[in-house]
């Protein structure tokens, strides 16, 4: 591996003009795709293998021309204090307003409240339903345009009128704090390199990888149903670890010219050494975000395997597009040691090499290995104890902050009709296979009326052929709470008694059906997943350190800094600490998807820094050095390069934290705290603490296991003979000449 990337490294150097040339045409061809792709919006949602998903397509096949994946919006009209909404000025408004938004194209229908019970018992509050042929991200902007002026023409009438629903979408946006992100990058990467030109290669290299494949995937976006959070999410971890797989390789590559090599040959074992740890931490990182596709959710397969497609793209040009950069910069690029006096950087002179910090904090750790482990992982329980009060559910307008005029339609539903009305859910009744399809829809109502926690339910409304009937069920508490969880199951529960009297088959769907399905499947996914991708990962970390007990201490480490980041994400937004600062307008539930998709990402990154600050280690130990100064050595080397790469990717996944997406907002902070808690914590205390403790056994590895594993060489021990054997046959050739 090494010997590979050496040869493909100098080669990147010496052909840098042809390299250049592919990435460019390559960035463009993907922005020529993106720029006459039509505009993304949300991915069709899909749960394979729940009741909910397979009620809502044998809504479709058996109701056809429903439009039940279309846009709705409910337009809430409130009367003013002392007034009724039956009042005959205030119905002929809302008459008008139905008339108004009966009369666009793409309005499929309108429900008027007075003839389909849409006014609360005490008058206040009415409401009409408006159904769309198309999505609500595939809705003309004139539509989103007519709804809000038919709500305006009823409010100077004196109504209050708000609009909920998801016809008023729009596509999420990360905000100014996303540029902010990148700035800090840019700071840490020129106080880390002391060069304005060094510090903005990593960052021109991140942006050309991240410009590749978010194209790629704008262009993709409708062939391959793609939602629009795909690219924010393969934004934000492309740019976190291009940025930092080419600071190690630009890292490397100043420590080789430090010691006397060549440019070329100083490309050529940068990208040996630390292009072998890339490699190995973008394969870990690819394996946890395609692993996400075993959850059998859809939408989360696209996101995983997109973001790794750009994670991929990262690690192709850390590989060869830096050596090739660094091929143009020539001596602009100095040795490590040499930089700006401006900066504060190392000047050179003839007094003995002063210890850095990393080698200062190194020796601290191993003479007090014990008391610095014990504080870090009873720190990161501490952090993590949030956790246990972890609630989940998707995101609806009841999450919304209270500015918006969706949450403030679901207020004055709640209001008006009790907070079960949010969260109908929908039985459908198939009963293709009964005898008696009417006299089974009526036993299904009386059933479901006869159950706890049920406000009201509508009578059966058959399709066509008479054979399937839908039926509404308002729940007496919220969509998400425990009891509305509980109503489903017990209907589900119903449903069985049902089949074995009918023959007909109960299903209960609709939105808030839908977020229990989600939830239960994500649950049941955690384990597998977490077997699937900790499993694959501890056997490449094998192949890695040739170490049984390191990749062990690097997966425990993983779960300590994971529980302690969703701790915090519990804490923030779910319990509202912080949350002020956070933008976090209202709390809730975390999102269902939160900690399957942390546990794939947070492992993928952790194995980042594991894989970087312990492949130096374990150089230092091949090469003969005893095992705590092999610690210490690994620091003096990595844990400058290493904390520069974390500040970088929390200050980019902070810049996330803008977003007025709730989901990218949530995943922003969440990841720029696991990294905190796993670099700072996890890979710079706990792990030489244990590797003090552990000493040699720490490279223990049975002979068997030896014999058979690869030596894939990451720590370059070919290159000490091979680079220079090479160099030898170079200099007889010029000796000849």
Do not use: C
């Not at 990593?202 to 494949?213: D, S």
């Not at 709470?481 to 529960?493: A, C, F, K, N, Q």
């Not at 997966?555 to 915090?568: I, T």
């Not at 994400?569 to 307008?585: K, T, Y």
């Amino acid at each position: 591996m090494a010997t590979f990337l050496y040869r493909l490294g100098r080669l990147s150097f010496r052909r840098r003009h042809f390299v250049a040339l592919i990435w460019v045409a390559l960035l463009a061809l993907a922005g020529v795709g993106a720029a006459g792709a039509p505009t993304a919006g949300n991915s069709s949602f899909s749960i394979p293998g729940t009741e909910a998903q397979k009620a809502f397509d044998l809504l479709e096949e058996r109701f056809p021309g429903t439009s039940a994946d279309g846009a709705t919006a409910r337009v809430v009209f409130k009367a003013p204090d002392g007034e009724k909404m039956t009042d005959a000025a205030h119905k002929a408004t809302v008459d008008s307003t139905v008339e108004e938004l009966s009369g666009g194209a793409e309005v499929a229908r309108v429900t008027d409240p007075y003839q389909g019970g849409g006014v609360s018992q005490d008058g206040s509050v009415a409401y009409a339903s408006v159904s769309y042929k198309v999505s609500g991200m595939e809705l003309e902007e004139s539509s989103r345009e007519a709804l809000q002026t038919a709500a305006e023409d009823a409010r100077d009438a004196g109504l209050t009128v708000e609009i909920g629903g998801d016809a008023l979408q729009a596509v999420p946006e990360t905000g100014a704090a996303e540029i902010i992100g990148i700035g800090v990058a840019a700071v840490v990467l020129v106080i880390t390199f002391g060069s304005l030109l060094a510090a903005g290669l990593p960052l021109l290299t991140a942006l050309i990888g991240v410009g590749i494949g978010v194209s790629a995937i704008t262009a993709l976006a409708v062939t391959l149903d793609l939602g629009s959070t795909t690219s924010i999410l393969a934004t934000m971890i492309g740019l976190a670890v291009g940025i930092d797989y080419a600071l190690f390789i630009v890292s490397r590559y100043r420590a080789e010219l430090a010691e006397g090599r060549e440019r070329e040959e100083a490309a050529g074992r940068a990208v040996g050494t630390a292009g072998s740890a890339v490699v190995f931490a973008g394969l870990t990182v690819v394996i946890a975000l395609v692993g996400l596709s075993v959850v059998n959710i859809p939408m989360l397969t696209k996101m995983g395997v997109a973001a790794a497609g750009t994670v991929a793209i990262a690690v192709l040009i850390a590989l060869t597009m830096i050596p090739a950069l660094l091929g143009y910069a020539g001596r602009r690029v100095r040795p490590a040691g040499e930089k700006s006096r401006l900066l504060g950087g190392g000047r050179t002179s003839g007094k003995p090499d002063r210890e850095n910090m990393g080698t200062r904090w190194a020796r601290f750790v191993v003479r007090r290995p014990v008391a610095v482990l014990l504080l870090g992982v009873v720190g990161l329980g501490a952090a993590a104890v949030p956790a246990a009060s972890l609630e989940l559910g998707l995101p609806d307008d009841g999450s919304q902050p209270t500015s918006t005029t969706q949450r403030r339609a679901y207020d004055l539903l709640s209001e008006g009709f009790g907070p079960g009305f949010n969260g109908p859910l929908v039985v459908v009744v198939d009963a293709e296979g009964s005898d008696d399809a009417q006299g089974a829809f009526e036993r299904t109502g009386k059933k479901i009326e006869g159950l706890d926690n049920v406000v009201a339910v509508t009578p059966a409304a058959p399709n066509k052929s008479g054979d399937t009937a839908t039926i509404t069920v308002i729940p007496e508490s919220k969509p998400s709470s425990v009891t509305t969880e509980d109503l489903v199951h017990d209907i589900r529960d119903a449903g069985t008694g049902l089949k074995a009297d009918t023959d007909a088959e109960v299903l209960v769907t609709g939105a808030t059906a839908m977020n229990i399905d989600v939830s239960e499947k994500l649950n049941d996914a955690l384990v597998p997943y977490l077997i699937l991708v900790v499993g694959l990962a501890f056997l490449l970390l094998i192949v890695v350190f040739r170490s049984i007990l390191v990749p062990l201490k690097a997966a425990l480490g993983f779960l300590l800094s994971v529980m302690a980041a969703l701790g915090a994400v519990v804490a923030v937004f779910q319990w509202g600490w912080l949350s002020g600062l956070m933008g976090v307008e209202e709390t809730g539930p975390v999102m269902s998807m939160m900690p399957i998709f942390m546990v794939g990402v947070v492992f993928g990154l952790a194995m980042d820094y594991e894989v970087f600050l312990v492949t130096r280690m374990r150089e230092a130990y091949v090469h003969g050095e005893q095992p705590t100064q092999a610690v210490v050595t690994g620091f003096r080397h990595g844990a400058r390069v290493v904390t520069a790469a974390a500040v970088i990717m929390i200050a980019v996944f902070s810049g996330f934290i803008g977003s007025t997406e709730s989901m990218v907002k949530m995943i922003g902070f969440g990841l720029a705290v696991a990294v905190f808690f796993d670099a700072f914590v996890v890979r710079m205390a706990i792990v030489p603490a244990v590797l003090a403790l552990l000493g040699k056994r720490a490279w223990w590895l049975p002979k068997w296991l030896d014999r058979i594993l690869p030596n894939v060489d990451v720590e370059g021990e070919k290159l000490q003979t091979g680079g220079e054997k090479e160099k030898g046959d170079e200099d007889r050739e010029l000796v000849r000449v």
